[in-house]
């Protein structure tokens, strides 16, 4: 490990890469606590666009965070999404959309979501021993990481790969219109000015394109040393 306190494996990347599956996976064989902060956003984004808030009046947005109670529950088993609980409320299924998706990437654009969620990250992370999985955990919620890792793919792969979930999920999916929104995802994330989507300095970058998920899991097991 390296010499710093936080035993803490990070893992950023655009949409569709695999990093859920990944980060579960790693998480489960590291013994470690699995921190989605991507389901976070998404919270943020259900509330906000259900209680009709406009984004760019910034004290609705404050007043909306000041009430919000967000809980993450363990998944089940290493192959299921972890449970979202907003408001006592489980949103689990309504937040993992494509919709949704592009609503997060909004509100993650927005300082004061930015701030309170990053402080959110850094208090579970305090502790140690988490995987955690977005797209600034390497660079901005977790520095110090032992361990970093940008993981990405062609979009088109993505899109494939996306597609099959919702199509098992039993939703009818436009490919032509996924692929746009994951394109238009990518460029608002990596040009956003709060915490865009960039490959730490140190972080291991894997182009999981055309490796499955136990390879790159292989890969990833073959940097950590606990």
Same mark, same amino acid.
């Given at each position: 490990?390296?010499?710093?306190?936080?035993?803490?494996?990070?893992?950023?990347?655009?949409?569709?890469?695999?990093?859920?599956?990944?980060?579960?996976?790693?998480?489960?064989?590291?013994?470690?606590?699995?921190?989605?902060?991507?389901?976070?956003?998404?919270?943020?984004?259900?509330?906000?666009?259900?209680?009709?808030?406009?984004?760019?009046?910034?004290?609705?947005?404050?007043?909306?965070?000041?009430?919000?109670?967000?809980?993450?529950?363990?998944?089940?088993?290493?192959?299921?999404?972890?449970?979202?609980?907003?408001?006592?409320?489980? %949103?689990?299924?309504?937040?993992?959309?494509? @919709?949704?998706?592009?609503? /997060?990437?909004?509100?993650? !654009?927005?300082? +004061? &979501?930015?701030?309170?969620?990053?402080?959110?990250?850094?208090?579970?992370?305090?502790?140690?021993?988490?995987?955690?999985?977005?797209?600034?955990?390497?660079?901005?919620?977790?520095?110090?990481?032992?361990?970093?890792?940008?993981?990405?793919?062609?979009?088109?792969?993505?899109?494939?790969?996306?597609?099959?979930?919702?199509?098992?999920?039993?939703?009818?999916?436009?490919?032509?219109?996924?692929?746009?929104? %994951?394109?238009?995802?990518?460029?608002?994330? @990596?040009?956003?000015?709060? /915490?865009?989507?960039?490959? !730490?300095?140190? +972080? &291991?970058?894997?182009?999981?394109?055309?490796?499955?998920?136990?390879?790159?899991?292989?890969?990833?097991?073959?940097?950590?040393?606990?």
């Amino acid at each position: 490990m390296k010499n710093n306190i936080q035993k803490i494996v990070t893992i950023d990347g655009p949409s569709g890469v695999g990093k859920s599956t990944i980060s579960r996976r790693v998480a489960a064989n590291l013994s470690f606590t699995y921190l989605d902060t991507g389901a976070m956003y998404r919270a943020v984004g259900y509330k906000l666009q259900k209680n009709d808030v406009d984004l760019g009046d910034e004290s609705a947005v404050q007043q909306c965070l000041d009430t919000i109670a967000l809980q993450l529950l363990p998944a089940a088993t290493e192959n299921d999404e972890v449970s979202v609980i907003l408001d006592d409320h489980d %949103i689990s299924l309504a937040i993992r959309s494509p @919709q949704m998706s592009m609503m /997060a990437s909004k509100v993650s !654009a927005i300082p +004061a &979501v930015r701030e309170k969620l990053t402080r959110m990250q850094q208090e579970i992370g305090e502790k140690g021993c988490i995987v955690a999985e977005g797209r600034d955990t390497g660079t901005v919620v977790f520095p110090g990481a032992s361990w970093k890792f940008y993981l990405d793919a062609d979009p088109e792969e993505r899109m494939r790969r996306r597609a099959a979930q919702l199509r098992l999920a039993g939703e009818e999916v436009d490919e032509d219109e996924l692929l746009q929104m %994951i394109i238009k995802r990518d460029h608002d994330d @990596q040009n956003r000015t709060i /915490a865009p989507l960039c490959k !730490a300095s140190d +972080a &291991v970058i894997i182009d999981t394109s055309r490796l499955s998920i136990d390879e790159v899991v292989q890969v990833m097991h073959s940097s950590i040393e606990v």
